[in-house]
């Protein structure tokens, strides 16, 4: 199946479960926004350019908005079903969906009163440490120190080289929710209480 088709599947199951209105830790998104966001970055490239661009964000805002006031079980349906058969995303879903579903499933999840993370999964954390180092590469460029993030088996990746350098260290899967700015991520940091401080506060912001 694959871990995108995989991480696909268990969030919808947990939008049909949430509804359209709970909490998701990209604040001040429900999973009806979440949901849309979802259908737009695959189903229309005119507007998800506006995610990154930003003169282009208001034409992403209104499509995003339009996909959010369709029925709950239709929007559902739309992010279930997936990327049209000849869009890019469809081609590459493993390369371009296994981060990005994995990610926002945690979203939804730990939103959530009493969530705890997820067991290992030996195929699933294989797929999420490769994608781990491209990734944090960029999301900690700005980074006024080093950053390291650790696995326990003591696997290293190299995020920032820099002085000062802070280590992170936890599962896989808490070290690519952190990645991505989420204060729920489950990590021990090892540095200096001012370099540990930069790194905690530091932008993630694309």
């Keep these: 199946m ?3 088709r995989d991480e696909r599947r268990l969030l919808t199951e947990l939008f049909t479960e949430v509804g359209p209105d709970a909490p998701t830790l990209c604040d001040p998104w429900r999973t009806r926004d979440l949901a849309a966001h979802l259908v737009l970055r695959e189903r229309r490239p005119d507007a998800a350019a506006g995610i990154l661009v930003k003169p282009l964000a208001g034409h992403t805002r209104k499509v995003q908005d ?5 029925p709950w079980d239709e929007l559902v349906g739309l992010v279930r079903s997936g990327p ?3 869009s890019p995303y469809a081609v590459a879903d493993e390369l371009v969906n296994a981060v990005e579903y994995f990610v926002h499933h945690e979203d939804v999840r730990r939103a959530r009163d009493g969530w705890e993370p997820r067991s290992p999964d030996p195929v699933r954390d294989a797929v999420l440490w490769r994608r781990l180092a491209p990734t944090a590469r960029m999301m900690y460029r700005k980074s006024p120190v080093g950053v390291v993030l650790r696995r326990p088996d003591g696997e290293v ?6 002085p000062n350098p802070v280590v992170l260290t936890g599962q896989v899967s808490e070290l690519l929710v952190h990645v991505f700015g989420r204060a729920a991520a489950r990590v021990e940091y090892d540095g200096a209480d001012e370099a540990v401080r930069l790194v905690r506060g530091l932008d993630r912001s694309m």
């Design 157 to 162: 990746v190299v995020a920032k080289r820099g």
């Design 2 to 4: 694959g871990v995108a």
């Design 66 to 70: 339009a996909y959010a006031a369709k």
């Design 84 to 86: 049209p058969r000849f």
